[in-house]
């Protein structure tokens, strides 16, 4: 509910002085009392003061980690070091003006000038003036190198956020090309080691902005322009070529003949595709099933590349044994681990190359028995990162036991460790009386719902469920045991389940980068039924499964399971319309496994980063993996 | 269902069997004659029988061209419901066109009948029907269309949002048109038609004028609907240990939610197709009035004498 708006009076119409001025003497005094639009009452504080209600709790929901690229520039300038949302220096002083702040600037939060000044684009730097807010911009960066206060959530944003105009702001071209150059430069030097020149970068953009606000002589300008291009061609490069690299190759589109049949010719075991294939997806592989398995179990005794625990995984895959991407993920690694201890290196190659060459060929034939998640694809790329940065002067015996504690360290720390990070995060947003909605199994969702239930929360959950896996049953079967209220329901239902439901909670395959929720198919329904009645998706994923990709629909990729599934329906012999048509030329069954829920069905996403919005997972992918996930 | 079909059923009488014309015709007003009849006819029974049996012969003629009357409309309306599908089916082609995609729900003969009769004209396109759990009809529906030339997809309901991006039209059947326009279906017939109206896909229903109720639906999602048996969704072997389970006050820890039926509002459907052409879900109102007698609203009303 908006609060009500009181009544404007007349006012005049503000008077502003257009370009860049000095300071007033008096800038450190919050509301000046002759203030023109004076009426006002505290229109949106809650806008401006952007710290969450839990600012003081020990575990913040959101954990904003200090920034890298800002801590250079704002480092000279700030007193104290960043911690979890810190509040203002002088909170009272800081509403009051942030009211003046949020009239003048229509709400938007920003520290504006005092506007008794009729000059309205100075920017005020009183020590209250940088209230944890979402101070934008231009604003924070223009403050003159003195007290910036406690304002700390702030830089986050600020980097991100400076270089939007969202203020109409008249700066010359020149001071904002100095502006991005100081930024790109102090963007460098953290990037670079640290001890390079943080101080001559984050000086010369003092130095930038203070001359910014007071009539910069164009030599300091230029000086701190060529600094900071020096330091850009220094630091800039091997970051940005990275980037570069990093573009996700294109994935094997199975409808160019040639390629598919190269593939096949390197396959290690023959598959026979599918006759009846649906047209929209010929892009997709789809295989006949039958053949699959018994081609496979003949071949075992051939398949000497093939190291027995991954061929064991690799079937435990084929029939379905194993399901959901973290336990896919885990067996996987846990397969390559024991694959590497039994590795030894032939003579006249170097472990790097060939155990390398090693994986990739376990990798195709865990492929064909069923193609990777996105989550096994990043667990891979971190192995075969670990397996390059391998130090040469480690023997081999050293590097196997680095490898494999490596591995461990993965499976722990970003998929078990995470999970107790997004349980510990997920349990706070369930409350007694919550009626909460899960669709399908997913294992992170389960684990924050016993916890909950062990903490003694009182609620009940809906479990949807949909074929052709009826993979709700099992996590029915495991809340009912602990003694947790259920209903049962499927898909079709949930228009009529929903209007009791006060929080959904989903589990995801992946997150893409543009905020596209990859997960078993049913979830985009569920999330755009919980959405047209209101009620939150939370979706629990750990950050490992985040990738760069970017999807706008189902139909682009996903993953093709047994059709004859479709046909038979388990416990109801008594349905089978569909007996023996599946050769019919005209009747085409179909059965995805994985769907795309947009962006904008979801409210929240629970992560061992925090709990974010869908919109900053590119950020996740772009700035952290790299130092976090070694990837 | 069948409370509609005697709603329609019972609409007839006020057509046929007019009465006096002084008032107006609704089924009321013809059942307040008979009972007057019929009070009459018991008070000249008390006299002698034969007597009686001369002056009733009259009330039999009259009430036997009464039941002839009612049973030609019964007729004549099981023979409407029967020729629906195929006016419904002529305007087909006006809306499928070439090289479409279609997507429809469980299963409805109007459908089939619709979808055929575009494939008779020549026009090529897709159908994709999602199975409609938990009676699975759709797989009838796909195998009948398969049969009859039609290239078919059958998808699983909660594929629905996936495929819609690709389907140029959504065409269904339900059970039931209500006053406002909204529409009761198969349940799962709402989630498809917000994906519909997500992705700014027409919803197209098609419906006979026997499926058109004149009550306005009030929380139609419990009111309207009616709950199956839950080992449709559980087989209760496997979930024996699970059943019995109660926890401290005695209410059962599981609970299984099977309903039926789906109410899908006004907002999201695009057209009726009805044998007498196309109309807006805004319309149905008016065609409701040429159906039914605002006083028959109520079958369990109890005349006033």
């Known amino acids: 509910m908006d609060p009500r708006r009181a009544p404007r009076t007349v006012s005049d119409p503000k008077v502003r002085k257009v370009g860049f001025f000095t300071d007033p003497p008096d800038r450190s005094l919050p509301g000046p009392p002759n203030h023109p639009i004076s009426s006002f009452p505290t229109s949106p504080p809650s806008t401006v003061d952007n710290s969450p209600p839990s600012a003081g709790n020990s575990l913040s929901p959101v954990m904003i980690p200090p920034p890298r690229h800002s801590s250079s520039i704002l480092s000279p300038l700030r007193r104290d070091p960043p911690e979890f949302f810190p509040l203002p220096a002088s909170p009272t002083a800081s509403t009051t003006f942030s009211d003046d702040v949020a009239s003048t600037m229509k709400g938007r939060g920003v520290a504006a000038a005092s506007s008794s000044l009729p000059g309205g684009l100075l920017f005020d730097i009183a020590a209250s003036s940088v209230p944890a807010s979402g101070l934008t911009t231009v604003s924070v960066v223009n403050n003159l190198p003195i007290e910036k206060g406690g304002g700390v959530a702030v830089e986050m944003q ?11 702001e008249k700066t010359t071209k020149a001071e904002r090309r100095a502006l991005q150059e100081a930024q790109r430069a102090a963007k460098a030097t953290a990037k670079a080691e640290d001890g390079k020149t943080p101080a001559a970068a984050s000086g010369a953009a003092a130095s930038v902005k203070s001359g910014k606000s007071v009539k910069p002589p164009p030599s300091q300008k230029n000086d701190s322009a060529a600094l900071a291009a020096l330091e850009k061609k220094a630091g800039d490069r091997p970051p940005e070529k990275d980037r570069k690299k990093e573009v996700p190759q294109p994935r094997m589109q199975f409808d160019d003949k040639s390629r598919v049949e190269k593939a096949k010719r390197r396959a290690v075991v023959k598959q026979t595709e599918a006759r009846n294939r649906v047209e929209l997806f010929r892009h997709l592989p789809q295989y006949e099933r039958g053949t699959q398995r018994t081609e496979l179990q003949s071949k075992f005794f051939e398949l000497d590349p ?32 024991e694959a590497i201890k039994d590795y030894s290196t032939p003579s006249e190659k170097t472990l790097a190359r060939d155990l390398t060459a090693k994986i990739g060929s376990y990798l195709s034939f865990l492929i064909e028995c069923r193609p990777l998640s996105i989550s096994m694809g990043n667990a891979i790329r971190f192995l075969k990162n670990r397996i390059a940065k391998l130090p040469l002067t480690l023997s081999e015996l050293e590097a196997k036991a680095t490898l494999r504690s490596d591995i461990d360290r993965f499976i722990n720390e970003k998929i078990i460790l995470a999970d107790k990070v997004i349980v510990k995060h997920a349990v706070t947003k369930i409350s007694d009386g919550d009626v909460l909605l899960t669709y399908g199994s997913p294992s992170a969702v389960e684990m924050v719902l016993l916890h909950a239930h062990e903490l003694g929360k ?26 947790i209220n259920c209903t049962y329901t499927h898909v079709n239902a949930i228009s009529y389940i929903m209007h009791e439901v006060t929080r959904v909670f989903l589990g995801a395959s992946s997150v893409l980068s543009n905020g596209t929720v990859y997960s078993k198919v049913g979830t985009a329904c569920v999330a755009m039924v919980a959405h047209a009645f209101r009620v939150p998706v939370l979706v629990c994923c750990e950050a490992y499964k985040f990738h760069e990709r970017v999807q706008l629909d189902s139909l682009c990729s996903n993953e093709l ?19 023996g048509s599946t050769n019919s ?26 709990m974010v919005p869908p919109t900053s997972v590119p950020v996740i992918v772009r700035d952290y993996r790299r130092e976090h996930l070694w990837i | 269902m069948t409370e509609k079909l005697l709603n329609r059923m019972v609409s007839e009488f006020k057509t046929v069997a007019a009465g006096p014309p002084s008032r107006s015709p609704s089924l009321h007003a013809i059942l307040d004659r008979t009972p007057d009849s019929e009070r009459a006819h018991h008070s000249s029974r008390d006299g002698d029988s034969f007597e009686g049996k001369g002056k009733s012969a009259d009330r039999n003629a009259e009430s036997w061209k009464l039941k002839h009357d009612v049973i030609r409309a019964v007729n004549e309306l099981i ?33 089939r009948e619709f979808l055929c009769a575009a494939k008779e004209k020549r026009r090529s396109f897709h159908v994709f029907v999602a199975e409609g759990a938990p009676k699975y009809q759709g797989h009838a529906l796909a195998k009948d269309l398969g049969a009859r030339g039609l290239q078919t997809t059958v998808i699983t309901d909660s594929a629905v949002f996936a495929m819609i991006s690709r389907v140029n039209m959504v065409v269904v059947g339900v059970h039931a048109v209500m006053a406002n326009g909204g529409v009761i279906g198969p349940v799962g017939l709402n989630m498809v038609a917000l994906a519909a109206r997500k992705h700014a896909v027409p919803f197209v229903v098609v419906a006979g004028p026997h499926k058109l109720c004149p009550l306005y639906p009030q929380n139609p999602q419990v009111l309207l609907n009616e709950m199956r048996c839950p080992s449709e969704l559980l087989q209760d072997g496997e979930f024996s240990d699970c059943m019995g389970v109660c926890n401290g006050s005695g209410n059962p820890l599981l609970n299984v939610v099977n309903p039926a039926f789906d109410y899908v509002p006004p907002e999201l459907v695009s057209l009726f197709i009805t044998d007498i052409g196309g109309y807006n879900p ?6 409701i009035a040429d159906y039914y007698s605002a006083d028959d609203l109520d079958l369990q009303k109890r005349t006033t004498s």
């Open chain 1, 158 to 168: 600020d980097d991100q956020s400076s270089r939007s105009k969202s203020l109409k």
């Open chain 1, 306 to 337: 093939v190291h027995p625990a991954v061929y064991k995984v690799g079937l435990q895959y084929l029939y379905g044994d194993i399901c959901g991407s973290n336990a896919r993920c885990i067996a996987m690694l846990q397969a390559f681990q």
């Open chain 2, 282 to 287: 805004s319309f149905v109102h008016r065609l």
């Open chain 1, 561 to 579: 399971g047994d059709p004859d599934v479709i046909s038979k329906i388990h416990g109801r012999e008594d349905i089978n319309f569909l007996d």
């Open chain 1, 458 to 483: 009182q609620f009940r959950v809906v479990v949807v469920d949909s074929r052709p896996k009826l993979e709700g049953q099992l996590l029915l079967h495991r809340l009912v045991g602990k003694g």
């Open chain 1, 585 to 610: 030329e005209n009747l085409q069954l179909l059965n995805l496994i994985y769907d795309a829920t947009p962006s904008d069905y979801i409210s929240m996403i629970i992560t061992d980063y925090g």
């Open chain 2, 79 to 111: 023979e409407d419901i029967n020729s629906c599908h195929e006016q419904i089916a002529e305007q087909s082609v006006e809306l499928i066109h070439q090289n479409e995609i279609l997507l429809t729900f469980g299963r409805s003969r109007t459908v």
